[in-house]
């Protein structure tokens, strides 16, 4: 993981894998940290390797735990919060496709 390249944003993520169908990428929000509600032009899988946050998106807030995975279909808004008191890791699969 290392050697895996970063994103292309200001976060502590790291892509894991990359084809022209998927992506797969390996984030850590620390406690307190944020990402703001925003569109992504594909589906994704969210699968929650440790800690908790609440998962914001335009349906509904759902705060979601460790070894939890989550599917958000493209044209639905999704944010993180890290409302715990521990690193947050999650593994973020997109459909590219």
Known sequence: MQDAPTVP????????????????????????????????PFDVIFYVLSGCAILETDLE?????ENTSIFVPTGIQRGWNNTGPVDFKILVIKDLA
């Not at 390996?26 to 944020?34: Q, S």
């Not at 807030?61 to 735990?65: A, C, H, I, M």
């Open 9 to 40: 944003f200001d976060l502590d993520g790291k892509i894991m894998f990359t084809s022209g169908k998927l992506e797969l990428v390996h984030l850590t929000l620390k406690p307190g940290e944020k990402i703001g509600k925003h569109l992504q």
């Open 61 to 65: 807030n759902n705060e979601v735990k």
